[in-house]
């Protein structure tokens, strides 16, 4: 059963260009998280969806982010016109929908690593 | 909002127990965790903990949860070399609810 699939796994793009980041969630999941680990610090919370469903987005910057997942297909998080501050690893999570004892636990992809010049 | 603490930097003796320390202040925290980093890798759930608990123990691996002081510590007995990762604390309310992360502990596993 392959796990959490998060690409590419470096990304470079130039200011003011869009980065795209892909994300497939385990086998049988149905709920994606999105977060934001910038150098030397601790994961932030972006979002987190369901299926064509964005259940809470409190922690996504208000403007050029975006995210969606699709009904099929992997999840997507979109950057537009990037700027150096976005340089960060992005990780995405999924959980399924059933619990194992009450602990809705995320598993975790291995991020993307995004470089902007 | 909420916020986790943890200290940035532990080093240990190969064969010593490490202890991680971390705080937080949600008090509506329902689900305690920790994961581990390694580098270049995403986060592995290492353990978890209910906030109606005080302690659970895992192989190696010691949770003690204060609760009234929002206090968890995570100790490993008999640390390896394969256990120097970074180590993050975590909290949520439970249920399908965001997890907001402490900064990392970076344990480093001197031979």
């Known amino acids: 059963n392959a796990g959490v699939m998060q690409n590419p796994r470096h990304l470079v793009r130039r200011r003011g260009q869009e980065a795209r980041l892909r994300c497939s969630p385990m086998?049988?999941?149905?709920?994606v998280y999105w977060y934001r680990q910038l150098p030397e610090e601790g994961l932030k919370f972006m979002v987190y969806?369901?299926?064509?469903?964005?259940?809470?987005e409190s922690g996504m910057p208000k403007e050029r982010f975006s995210a969606e997942f699709p009904k099929e297909g992997p999840s997507i998080l979109r950057i537009q016109q990037v700027v150096r501050g976005d340089s960060a690893a992005y990780f995405c999570?999924?959980?399924?929908?059933?619990?194992?004892?009450?602990?809705?636990?995320?598993?975790f992809g291995p991020g993307t690593r995004l470089t902007v010049t | 909002g909420e916020d986790v603490e943890q200290s940035l930097f532990l080093s240990v003796r190969e064969g010593d127990s490490s202890v991680i320390n971390c705080t937080y202040t949600?008090?509506?925290?329902?689900?305690l965790y920790w994961y581990k980093q390694e580098p270049g890798a995403g986060l592995q759930l290492l353990t978890y903990?209910?906030?109606?608990?005080d302690m659970k123990q895992d192989q190696r691996l010691t949770v003690l949860l204060n609760k009234k002081d929002k206090h968890l510590s995570l100790r490993i007995a008999d640390t390896q070399t394969g256990d120097s990762a970074i180590y993050f604390c975590?909290?949520?309310?439970?249920?399908?609810?965001?997890?907001?992360f402490g900064t990392g502990t970076k344990l480093q596993v001197i031979p």
């Open positions: 999570a999924s959980s399924s929908s059933t619990s194992g004892g009450g602990v809705y636990e995320q598993y």
């Open positions: 086998k049988g999941h149905s709920h």
């Open positions: 969806l369901q299926k064509e469903n964005i259940i809470d």
């Open positions: 949600d008090s509506s925290s329902t689900y």
């Open positions: 903990i209910f906030s109606n608990m």
């Open positions: 975590a909290e949520s309310p439970g249920g399908y609810q965001k997890v907001t």
